[in-house]
């Protein structure tokens, strides 16, 4: 399945954060949030590139949205497929194809 098919695919329900308890946390709990909350949904479709991927997520906030990540999927399925394709392109970033998610 090519990128472009996978981001076709219906997407797994991601898990909602309190944003109330989340925005009361310190900047660093913050992102760990999100990278627990946002990484389980990047596994599900790129497998072995989730921790690469949901660590560019995260270390790129002028970029990147992290309110977004957690309450859009959209906007995370974009992202992800976007730093996956900067994965492709760098020389030893020779990650395998997109899982299909489960269903």
Known sequence: MTPDQQLA???QQQPTIDMTRFMA???NDRRQEIGN???AFIQNQYGEAAGKITGMLLDNERIVDPIQLISNQSYLQQKAHEA??????QPDGQ???PQQPAQ
């Open 25 to 27: 946390m310190d900047p």
């Open 37 to 39: 909350s946002i990484y």
């Open 9 to 11: 695919q219906p997407m």
């Open 95 to 97: 990650m395998v194809a």
């Open 84 to 89: 996956w394709t900067l994965l492709q392109q």
